[in-house]
């Protein structure tokens, strides 16, 4: 069992489509970040929620981080090929030197 | 400027040997990190150093052996590579804090045939 569990493991839509991308625990934490991993990329910061309730935007992408602060939410209005990726959501652990990532979700918006 | 830069990208080598991969940053962050992301995509701690020292070993076998002989640069090496080692491999690097961002290298990927 992972810590962070993310579903769905895959999606694919078309383009101009809305998604949601979950990430769920049965532990609390502090904060939460959401990555995108683009193929042969690494893996790149889009936002960290920190507040039980928090609502990040980013453009079209909104997160969200539940009020118990165990599990998160990114949602994705009219999507585009652009979108396409690889996304991770990871939280600290051992004193804020360890990011640990969940199971991650991946995305394919077609044209 | 690469923030954190690895290498090589590619490397393909037989059963049993020996191999190094580099990693460098230079964003001045105390904390540099080695990943692991096998086939599924999942992407698993290894190692974290803080200031040169290791912090986190996450039940590695005992044939990889990170070296980090300053807080810019973390390298592993891997003794007697097996078929399982292949994957891609992720050198990070952040500041410690709440609010911490791990900047990622481009990744190895590491082929054992």
């Known amino acids: 069992t992972q810590l962070l569990e993310q579903s769905p493991q895959f999606l694919s839509i078309q383009e101009g489509e809305n998604l949601t991308v979950y990430c769920n625990s049965s532990s609390v934490f502090s904060s939460l970040q959401w990555y995108r991993q683009e193929p042969g990329e690494g893996p790149v910061l889009l936002v960290t929620?920190?507040?039980?309730?928090e609502v990040k935007k980013l453009k079209r992408l909104t997160f969200q981080f539940g009020d118990a602060r165990k599990d998160s939410s990114l949602h994705i209005t009219a999507a585009q090929p652009g979108d396409t990726g690889l996304y991770l959501c990871?939280?600290?652990?051992?004193?804020?030197?360890?990011?640990?990532f969940g199971t991650g979700t991946r995305l394919l918006v077609s044209p | 400027d690469t923030a954190v830069s690895q290498t090589p990208k590619y490397l393909v080598t037989q059963m049993g040997n020996d191999k190094s991969i580099k990693c460098e940053q230079n964003l001045g962050h105390d904390t540099m990190y080695w990943y692991k992301q096998d086939s599924k995509k999942f992407l698993k701690i290894m190692f974290s150093?803080?200031?040169?020292?290791?912090?986190i070993n996450e039940t590695v076998p005992n044939r990889f052996s990170p070296k980090s002989p300053d807080k810019a640069h973390l390298n592993l090496h891997i003794n007697s590579l097996e078929l399982g080692d292949s994957a891609v491999y992720f050198c990070a690097s952040s500041q410690v804090g709440l609010n911490t961002e791990a900047f990622f290298g481009q990744g190895t990927r590491l082929t054992v045939v």
């Open positions: 150093y803080n200031n040169k020292e290791l912090i």
């Open positions: 929620v920190v507040t039980g309730g």
């Open positions: 990871a939280t600290l652990r051992g004193g804020f030197q360890k990011l640990v």
